[in-house]
Nanobody, 115 residues
Framework: QVQLVESGGGLVQAGGSLRLSCAAS????????MGWYRQAPEKQRELVAK???????NYADSVKGRFTISRDNAKNTVYLQMNNLKPEDTAVYYC?????????WGQGTQVTVSS
């Protein structure tokens, strides 16, 4: 089983920055695809960004050029650097791990962007 613990959420003004972290347990971290998803009130959960084991990345169009996903395999941690935040980025952000042991989710961290 993989456990994921997110941190770094909070309240920020529009145009500001936050960095989310997700610490993962387990020995398969380096071969897992890690992702960040978000869910706003009354909306479906959506992919924000993901990073594959080889370092390749995918981003939602809405965050391209503003968000950067990265991973540190030595620390079993994935990061999401969020710059130029907008009110529409307000949501609960969830870390996701997808690998040979299955798919797992963190508990979520709230990001609120005020206008």
């Amino acid at each position: 089983q993989v456990q994921l613990v997110e941190s770094g959420g909070g309240l920020v003004q529009a145009g500001g920055s936050l960095r989310l972290s997700c610490a993962a347990s387990g020995s398969t971290f380096r071969i897992n695809t890690m992702g960040w998803y978000r869910q706003a009130p009354e909306k479906q959960r959506e992919l924000v960004a993901k990073i594959m084991s080889g370092g390749g990345t995918n981003y939602a169009d809405s965050v391209k050029g503003r968000f950067t996903i990265s991973r540190d395999n030595a620390k079993n941690t994935v990061y999401l650097q969020m710059n130029n935040l907008k009110p529409e980025d307000t949501a609960v952000y969830y870390c996701n791990s997808d690998g040979p042991r299955g798919r797992y989710w963190g508990q979520g961290t709230q990001v609120t962007v005020s206008s």
